[in-house]
Nanobody, 118 residues
Framework: VQLQASGGGLVQAGGSLRLSCAAS????????MGWYRQAPGKQRELAAT???????NYADSVKGRFTISRGNRQNTVYLQMNNLKPEDTAVYYC?????????????WGQGTQVTVSS
């Protein structure tokens, strides 16, 4: 599985950004996809995930502001980020997790920088 992420950038506090992640390769092996983020000096943390069935999960810090969704072709995931805060500044990474049948592997895309100015 290969992942191509895009959509980061610089935005003022209160603004919005939309991240995209397109999966290729053995996409039928994917159990869920999601976005994780890593701020300078901090560990990588969950932002949001979505399963192939559409079940979503959000970190408490982004609930009500971020929305994760899938494209019509199921191999693309979006993260709509609204009301951005300076503390959302981080490198955002797309992740795809495989079903147990396929070995439960994890794949990461290249990071995309999101910077929120105050």
């Amino acid at each position: 599985v290969q992942l191509q992420a895009s959509g980061g950038g610089l935005v003022q506090a209160g603004g919005s950004l939309r991240l995209s992640c397109a999966a290729s390769g053995n996409i039928f092996s994917i159990n869920y996809m999601g976005w994780y983020r890593q701020a300078p000096g901090k560990q990588r943390e969950l932002a949001a995930t979505i399963t192939t069935g559409g079940t979503t999960n959000y970190a408490d810090s982004v609930k009500g502001r971020f929305t994760i969704s899938r494209g019509n072709r199921q191999n693309t995931v979006y993260l709509q980020m609204n009301n951005l805060k300076p503390e959302d500044t981080a490198v955002y990474y797309c992740k795809a997790a495989q079903k147990p049948l396929y070995g439960s592997g994890s794949y990461w895309g290249q990071g995309t920088q999101v910077t929120v100015s105050s």
